[in-house]
C-alpha cells in the first residue's frame, strides 16, 4: 500500500482566496405552501425492529433483534408493508448482534449492493467473550444460487466493527467502510481482505461514519483542514488523495455524514450536502466553477425554532434530489420531528412530513420508493414510558414499533 501524502499538504489548501465567506451564501430555504398535510402510519409494531436497512432494488429489509438473530423480510411494493409484518421473514443468523448493542456499535446491518447476489455486511462478536468493541468482528452474508443463506467472518481475529458499504448497481468489486475498537476508520474490497486500508486524514471517531461516493470510487468525511476547522474533505480510494470540498466555517456535524451523489438536477454533476453549525444547518455544495477547487454552496436549510438535526441522507426522484432528516424541536431534547429538504434554492421546499401535535421520538428516518412514491419510515418511541433514571435510546418498552410518512411527492413517473 502507497503511503499517502503528508497530512493536508494539498495544492489546494494553499489557496486562501478560495474561502467563502458567510455574505456569499444563497438565501435560507424557507417551508413552501403546499397541499401538503403532515402524516404517519404504524407499518408494524415490533418493538425491537431498530433502525431497520432498505434494500429498494430487491424489496428487502434486513435488521437485527434483541436476541441477536438476523432478519430479512420482503417490502410490498405495492402497500409499503412489510411481509410478514413482524419482520421475521427469514433468520440469515441467530448469533448476530442485537439490538441492546447499537448502544456500543453506532450501525446496525447494511445492504451491500454487488453483481453477484444479495449481501448483508454486519457486526459480531468473538463467542464466549464479553460485548466488547475488542471482541467485536465483520460478518457478510450472501444469498447462494439456489436460494439459501449463508455467513462468514470477514474479519476473525482483529476488532473491526460498525460496516457502511457501497451501493453501486453491478458492483464486481463492492466496499465497505467500517472503524476498529479505538475509532480507526478502514476500507476494504468485501471479497479481498489484503485491500483493507487505514485512512489515515479520518481523525479516530465512534460515532461519524465514512459514506462511499455512488459512481465513484471515493469517499466523503469531516476533518479538520490545515487550520484545524472541520471541513468536508474527498478521498480517492485508488490514489489516496484528498481534496477539500468545503472551505467555509461552522461545520460540526456530529452524528450525520456529508454525502456526496449526482444530481439530475445539475445534469447529473455531483453535489455534496452537510450538517454545520452544530447541526442547526443543513448545505448543499456544488462546484460551479469547474476551474476552481472551490465547491459554492447553493442550497441552505434551517428548522424555523433552531432545531438541529441529524440522520440526514438524499435520494432522488423523478428527476430531483431530496434530503431527509430527523429534527430536535426545541425545546425536546431528542428528535421529534422528520423533514423533507429540496437541493434548489429557486424552488426551495422544508417540509414537516410527520404531525406536530403527537410528542414522539421519531428517528433512525429511511426511505423506501412504494408504487405510490417515497414514504420516509423511522422508529417511534413515547418518551412518557421512559423509567426514572432511565435514557430514552435505551427504552425498549417506550418502542411503538416503525412508522412511515408519506413525502407527497407521487409515483415515479414513466418517461
Known sequence: MTAPAPRFKLLHLLCSAAFLTLSSLPAFAQPMAMAFTANESQVTPQADMIDPEFSQARARITWVDKVGSLWIASVDRATGLFVPSNGKGLRVDADAMTTADLKLIANGPEWLTSASTDQIVYTKFVPGQPRTMANARLAVAAQGAGGAWSSRLLSSKLPRNAPYASSDPGDTSPRISYIDDIGNHYWRDVNNPASETLVTWFPPTFYLSMRFVRGARATVFTAP??????????????????????????????????????????????????????????????????????????????????????????????????????????????????????????????????????????????????????????????????????????????????YRANTGLGPVLVP
Request: net charge neutral.
Open 225 to 402: 483542514d490545515a487550520n484545524g476547522v472541520a471541513q468536508v474533505f474527498r478521498y480517492g480510494l485508488d490514489t489516496q488523495a484528498m481534496e477539500q470540498i468545503s472551505f467555509d466555517g461552522g461545520h460540526g456535524d456530529t452524528r450525520s455524514a456529508p454525502w456526496m451523489w449526482q444530481a439530475p438536477e445539475f445534469g447529473n454533476e455531483y453535489v455534496m450536502a452537510a450538517l454545520v453549525k452544530s447541526d442547526k444547518e443543513l448545505r448543499v455544495y456544488r462546484q460551479v466553477d469547474k476551474t476552481s477547487p472551490v465547491w459554492q454552496v447553493i442550497y441552505r436549510a434551517t428548522h424555523p425554532t433552531g432545531g438541529s438535526m441529524n440522520s440526514m441522507e438524499p435520494f432522488t426522484h423523478n428527476g430531483k434530489s431530496y434530503l431527509f432528516t430527523a429534527v430536535k424541536v426545541p425545546p425536546h431534547t431528542f428528535a421529534s420531528a422528520v423533514y423533507l429538504s429540496s437541493i434548489d434554492a429557486q424552488k426551495p421546499v422544508f417540509r414537516q412530513l410527520t404531525p406536530p401535535a403527537t410528542l414522539r421520538s421519531r428517528k433512525d428516518p429511511e426511505v423506501f420508493v412504494t408504487n405510490a412514491g417515497p414514504f420516509i419510515y423511522f422508529n417511534r418511541a413515547d418518551p412518557s414510558l421512559v423509567h426514572p433514571g432511565q435514557l430514552l435510546e435505551n427504552c425498549l418498552q417506550c418502542s411503538e414499533g416503525v
